[in-house]
């Protein structure tokens, strides 16, 4: 945030000069303190309000800023949350994890407070929960094809 900068505002001007596109209606949907390093001397948390928003322009990424743009729906997002929760349980090689990355930590334990996607007890989103096997990386692959084309943001 810049100084003096309020939390919606911040929110508006990220989104125009990280991905080009610029946000009407923003309503908080998250308050939350995480306590991990960041960038600021003696930072140990981050302050977090995340909101919805109804976006409009052409996304053109602001490559030191961010890595890639996804929009995903509730099935994707299940999908790249598998392949995290696997890959935190040292079940996908750093190589792999470089070349097809789920969500970032952080973003998996706020999707989930939300309720946007399953708890770790959820089986894998490419198999039935009938089956109950454990996710692996092909099964975390398997559930982001078959779910392409939802509909939901976000920027990495």
């Given at each position: 945030?810049?100084p003096?900068?309020?939390?919606?505002?911040?929110?508006?001007?990220?989104?125009?000069?990280e991905?080009?596109?610029?946000?009407t209606?923003?309503?908080?949907?998250?308050?939350t303190?995480?306590?991990?390093?960041c960038?600021?001397?003696?930072?140990d948390?981050?302050?977090?309000?995340?909101?919805?928003?109804?976006?409009?322009?052409?996304?053109?990424?602001?490559?030191?800023?961010?890595?890639?743009?996804?929009?995903?729906?509730?099935?994707t997002?299940?999908?790249?949350?598998?392949?995290?929760?696997?890959y935190?349980?040292g079940?996908?090689?750093?190589?792999?994890?470089?070349?097809?990355?789920?969500?970032?930590?952080?973003?998996l334990?706020m999707?989930?407070?939300?309720?946007?996607?399953?708890?770790?007890?959820?089986?894998?989103?490419?198999?039935?929960?009938?089956?109950?096997?454990?996710?692996?990386a092909?099964?975390?692959?398997?559930?982001?094809r078959?779910?392409e084309?939802?509909?939901?943001?976000?920027?990495?």
């Open positions: 945030m810049d003096g900068e309020d939390y919606p505002d911040a929110a508006v001007r990220e989104l125009h000069e991905v080009g596109l610029d946000a209606g923003l309503r908080m949907v998250l308050r303190r995480r306590d991990n390093r960038r600021r001397p003696g930072g948390h981050h302050e977090w309000q995340v909101y919805g928003a109804t976006s409009s322009g052409t996304p053109v990424l602001e490559p030191d800023e961010v890595r890639s743009l996804l929009w995903a729906g509730p099935g997002l299940h999908a790249l949350a598998a392949a995290t929760r696997h935190l349980a079940g996908i090689s750093e190589d792999d994890w470089r070349r097809s990355p789920g969500l970032e930590p952080v973003w334990d999707l989930t407070e939300l309720g946007w996607i399953e708890p770790p007890e959820a089986t894998c989103p490419g198999r039935t929960a009938l089956a109950g096997e454990p996710v692996t092909e099964c975390c692959r398997e559930g982001i078959r779910v084309g939802d509909d939901v943001g976000a920027a990495s």
